[in-house]
């Protein structure tokens, strides 16, 4: 089974300074990652993903994830955040294999202050 | 073109009564999944299907709830005899084959409230 960790439930910054939304999971299998975006009213809308290859991953709007596997985290990052940020932000891992299932973290909410 | 649709987008009903939830998943595509989300918390996955086939209902909390595909496009959620624990908000995702089967696609989600 997979557990999915993201400590801060809430995120608080300022317009145009850089922000780093922490994730980290448990998994006896390797897996993939991902990181969700939900803005008020509407679904879940995919940021970003890490499948194989070069660890440091890029999105859209800006945002990037970096894979560490020795401390089992993907924390998303961005260099200078906008008002229309303000969202909640999901990071998710599917284990490799055969089952094809999302698990998700609790959550973090993001608020862009002017 | 046309994303994740779901009906109705906001559910009320009395405590022992049925629902049904629907999913238009995206033309084309293979996977179909359902997830239900309480506030403040993640999705958590309930089942999903490959095609018609229910490939895996591990994450139905219960016999009261049930799930299907019967042409693998359209699914429904149904739960009887809901329960004011039902109250959540309901999410169902698709995902094409190939190389982009990694990739859920969300539709926006039923809220359910039991009252």
Redesign the interface.
């Known amino acids: 089974a997979q557990s ?1 960790t993201q400590l801060d ?1 809430q995120v608080p910054v300022f317009e145009e300074a850089p922000v780093e939304l922490r994730c980290n999971y448990s998994s006896s299998v390797s897996v ?1 990652l991902f990181w ?1 975006v939900q803005y008020p ?6 940021l970003l ?1 890490y ?1 194989s290859g070069s660890t440091l991953v890029k999105g859209i709007n800006g945002f990037e994830a970096e894979f560490n596997k020795s401390q089992t985290s993907f924390h998303l990052r961005k260099p200078s955040v906008h008002i229309s940020d303000t969202a909640e932000y ?1 990071c ?1 891992v ?1 284990a490799i294999g055969s ?9 973090t909410q993001l608020t862009v202050l002017p | 073109g046309a ?2 649709s779901q009906s109705p987008r906001y559910k009320v009903t009395k405590r022992g009564q049925d629902v049904a939830l629907r999913c238009d998943p995206i033309s084309g595509h293979v ?1 179909l ?1 359902w ?1 239900r989300q309480a506030l ?6 309930l089942t ?1 299907f490959n095609y018609e086939a229910q ?2 209902k591990s ?1 139905l909390p219960n016999d009261r709830f049930s799930a299907e595909r019967p042409e693998g496009s359209i699914s429904t959620l149904t739960i009887q005899r809901t329960e004011q624990r039902d109250s959540a908000m309901y ?1 169902c ?1 698709s995902s094409p084959s190939g190389r982009e089967a ?8 039923t809220r359910l409230l039991v009252l």
């Open positions: 999915v439930s993939y969700y009213n509407q679904g879940l809308q995919l993903k499948l999901f998710a599917r089952a094809r299932q999302l698990t998700f973290g609790s959550g | 994303g994740v996977s999944y997830y403040g918390q993640g999705p958590e996955f999903y490939q895996d994450g999410r995702a990694e990739t859920q696609y969300f539709g926006p989600g």
